[in-house]
């Protein structure tokens, strides 16, 4: 597959973003049963006459998730439907037990909101078409074949305990006007609708679990042209580097194909973690027929204004607002507000915070090293392995002179490896600072001996020199010594 | 013995409280009467004799103990095979689902369990209660007992078919589009149709979910009334349910009074397409429920006429999507499943093979009505019709307090009869589909015998939404007036007959 | 509106119904003569009737967030054609991930 480069791209092309996303709710029931939702049981052990689809079943709404539902809309700026309906969506899929998907239609709860993003100090509008209720499908796992995949397995089995799950679905309008930082507009977006479900409390958001799920579409169109292009769909978007990473492939790929006269062909791509890359999947031109009509089993929603005012005092503060506060509250910079948004770090340093850390020793943490390391391994800083009160106990043990900034790295290759605490990797280690006089004397003067020019040039008054002189030492005790110490010691010997 | 199967449910009751009969007694002459007819009646699909005779044994026990018995303890009854009940197969009358058992009890099935009446076992229907003459049955014909070359009525057949041939004095139905009133019209027992909402559809097979009513089916009009007692009311499973009192329909049956009552008589619902003898006996019925002192006027409702249209567009629609979960992945039937077939086709040869020629071809109108550029010429317009329906009665409640029809244009016809011509078929359910789109109250009540063929004639009475008590009423009152002048009720004739026959034989 | 058997085919296929050519040559003209009986509902109602979808006009009907007892594992696996590893095993499917 031949790819344009991503500046030649934007040099003829418009890029027109759209992003449908699927939100698992954390109700402690299904939808429109009472079997749990808890990740990870034993395989059919959560289902039930109603999730399983069994003949007579019926499903009854579950109104927790309703209430999610319409705060998420609410945060999201958008209206609330007065009265609306559940849709069956119909085609056979062994994974859906009553081969519908019980949904929302042309009727959705929640429609015309929009959300706020910020990326490098611009801030971009992205528009949302609708806020609807659905429910997930079960876990298929495919038997035989070389890779485990559905092309060439022999057989497939089911487990359908995620079946019922309450799901959102949170689709924009078209994204325009974004540019060279489509991608990043899509991730920030991500990023801070994360923020903001996280806040409401309404589901896991769990990318790799799957609790939080993103297609992302994009087109190109010539640029100057008020008509917008043949869009592509990629799916299995599973984190939020992945999505600035497809969209960026997308688009390098969808400009290759357009330069070379070919037509973009409206289909769904699936996107491929470890290559990088997307490949074809279904075409969208031949779309299946979902037979969609109102399901006569549910009966219609139609959320008074009492309680949307309700639920409407419920929500958090909005993200925007609290961005601001916790940056004032902090005394960030604009500079190192940027760092945290574009790290997406910001819950991670108030929860820090709020566990006893300094801000500027959190945001130092957070947005520096550990978004390096994230980075690096390809993972959500989320799952990158430490918490926000191991940060907290870090940055304890150097306030208290245990380790210095350096063995801190140390300290935290050992947490991520699953070594335990700050404290426990420490001791395990053995990395605290040498701060026997004795040991570090010795060293010291070790040090002199072996250089006997530059312990006369210190005598003569070079004070600097002094340096060369401090990392013999801390090369000596192998970084645990506190180099101010060893400042110390030398200039009293030479001095 | 046969004092008890010829008794009503309500006298059983009463017998078996006061100690005079067991309910193992009871339910004991039942099975034998199941065990003589019905080889030749075909009402029912599975006999659990020793499960009935424990549950009867049970109530004795209960009894013998001085704990309260309900109003219908230790009363047999048979259940249409498309209502869940545990430990026992469950089909639906369709080959997709032999041998299934679920694991759960409908809403309707579990309160007659807690009401403690002795479950017989489960009777015929068409396949997926598509049908008027359980001819599509999967697995074989109901008889008329009346005359067993004709038919006995459908979906709800073998239920009828089992309350007429004195198997069972209760039975359970569902309504889609006359399911409990049709049979009941042409096998001469009572059957009614609640409002929507009024009775749970939990754990009852779905045909048409928008439609689909559960109902009590008996041979006199206070039986159906007790069970219709027993099994109605809100169930939290079911979100189309009404949580709203029951009526009082036990005590309308047995008020039985229509004086001062306007009875509407639908001018659409006759004329062409009416057996002579079915509008002889309706206008005899009408006659003598103005001697009880009814006001009799004429009622028009113009857009009747959209009904079976409507239906035949709503139902097949909500059948195609209801019946997709039939797909042999988790249960049921499964065909083709050789290691070379794909799941895809396993699923269609499992449909071809597991669905008879009915099934299929509402699943295909379904299909089509509801495809992607139809469905608001389709499925949308029938919803309009279904509005303008409703208006009809609405309007006509304005002036009368019940509607009346009869139940079915005609008797029961020949088996095979209209076996090929589904319009024909049809238009059985005619009078009675009208209710099942405006969701309102409806029954029929037995009227007397077509004079050209001997056969039973329904008389229908319509309701308002939640004005159930008004069908039993009305019904109460017609079975009182024609049995002062018949001796008896209609179904009495028949146990006649055949102890004459019986008789004779000797 | 004449539905061809090519028409019942496609709906068949549609459907999950693996018909022969013979049935879907015999059901077309069945299903063209009800599609013709139904054909006046098609021209009964104009846009001021609203459709009907429930007898009756409920709203809100919502269940508490409440976890009930699911069914024991062995009850629901009990009817499945086959089942491995407490999974429903069901055929190789073609296509992909919906």
Known sequence: MSLMPYDEVLDAYEPALGLEVHVELNTASKMFCGCSTEFGAEPNTHTCPVCLGLPGSLPVLNGKAVESVIRIGLALNCSIAKWCRFARKNYFYPDMPKNFQTSQYDEPICFDGFLDVEVDGVTYRVDIERVHMEEDAGKLTHVGGATGRIQGADYSLLDYNRAGVPLMEIVTKPVLGTGAAAPRVARAYMTQLRELLRALGVSDVRMEQGSLRCDANVSLAPRGSDVLGTRTETKNVNSLRSVERALTYEMQRQGAVLASGDRVLQETRHWHEDAGTTSPGRSKEQAEDYRYFPEPDLVPIAPSREWVEELRATLPEPPEQRRRRLVTEWGFTELELRDVLGTGSLDLIAETVAAGAAPAAARKWWSGELARRANAAGVELDDVGITPGQVVELQGLIDAGTINDKLARQVIDGVLAGEGSPAAVVEARGLAVVSDDGALAEAVDAAIAANPDVADRIRDGKVQAAGALIGQVMKAMKGQADAARVRELILERLT | ?506 | MALTTTDVARLAALARIALSPDEAAKLAPQLDVILDAVAQVTEVAGDDVPPMSHALPLTNVFRADEVRPSLPAEAVLAAAPAVEDDRFRVPRILGEEQ
Not at chain 2, 330 to 343: E, I, P, Q, T
Not at chain 2, 349 to 372: H, M, N, P, Q, W
């Open chain 2, 1 to 506: 013995m046969t004092e008890l199967l010829h008794s009503t449910a309500a006298d059983l009751a009463g017998l078996i409280a006061s100690g005079l009969a067991s309910s193992r007694e009871v339910t004991q002459a039942h099975l034998d009467r199941i065990d003589a007819v019905d080889r030749s009646v075909r009402a029912f699909l599975h006999v659990d004799g020793e499960r009935a005779l424990a549950a009867a044994d049970a109530v004795d026990a209960k009894r013998a103990a001085g704990e309260p018995l309900g109003p219908l303890a230790g009363v047999p009854l048979a259940i249409k095979d498309i209502f869940c009940l545990t430990g026992a197969p469950t089909t639906a009358g369709s080959r997709i689902l032999e041998g299934w058992h679920p694991p759960y009890n409908a809403t309707v099935t579990q309160r007659v369990l807690d009401a403690d009446l002795v479950v017989l076992g489960k009777t015929n229907l068409d396949e997926f209660a598509m049908g008027s003459s359980t001819e599509n049955s999967g697995y074989f014909t109901t008889h008329n007992p009346w005359n067993l070359d004709r038919i006995p009525g459908g979906s709800g057949g073998g239920s009828a078919a089992a309350l007429a041939a004195f198997e069972a004095p209760l039975a359970l139905g569902t309504d889609t589009g006359g399911s409990i009133r049709q049979p009941a019209s042409v096998t001469g027992t009572v059957g009614v149709k609640p409002t929507y909402g009024c009775t749970s559809r939990y754990g009852v097979i779905a045909m048409a979910s928008s439609l689909d009513q559960p109902g009590p089916c008996g041979r006199t009009v206070l039986d159906t009334a007790l069970l219709h007692q027993v099994i109605a009311g809100w169930d939290p499973m079911d979100s189309t349910s009404v949580d709203a009192p029951v009526p009082d329909v036990v005590g309308a049956a047995r008020v039985a009074d229509v004086r001062g009552l306007r009875l509407g008589v639908v001018k659409e619902l006759s004329g062409e397409g009416y057996a002579p003898g079915v509008e002889q006996r309706f206008r005899e019925a009408l006659d003598a429920l103005a001697d009880q002192g009814a006001e009799i006027v004429e009622v028009s409702c113009p857009n009747f006429r959209y009904a079976l249209g409507a239906y035949y567009l709503i139902m097949p629609s909500e059948v195609s999507s209801n019946l997709a979960r039939f797909d042999a992945m988790r249960y049921g039937l499964r065909v083709g499943d050789d290691g070379a077939h794909s799941a895809e086709e396993v699923m269609a040869l499992t449909r071809d093979a597991g669905f008879g020629a009915e099934v299929k071809r509402r699943i295909i109108i379904g299909t089509y009505a509801l495809s992607s550029g139809y469905y608001d010429a389709y499925y949308g317009s029938a919803q309009k019709a279904r509005t303008l329906i409703a208006r009809d009665f609405e309007n006509a409640f304005e002036n009368v307090d019940v509607l009346v029809s009869p139940s079915t244009p005609t008797t029961a016809f020949r088996i095979g009869e209209r076996a090929d011509d589904p319009l024909a078929m049809y238009a059985a359910d005619l009078c009675t589909i009208p209710s099942n789109m405006a969701g309102n109250a409806a029954g029929s009540f037995p009227c007397g015998l077509a004079p050209e063929d001997d056969l039973p004639v329904g008389f229908q009475v319509m309701a308002p939404v939640l004005a159930d008590d008004r069908v039993y009423r009305v019904g109460a009152a017609l079975e009182r007036a024609l049995a002062d002048r018949w001796g008896g009720l209609l179904t009495d004739r028949l146990w006649a007959r055949e102890a004459a026959a019986v008789g004779g034989a000797r």
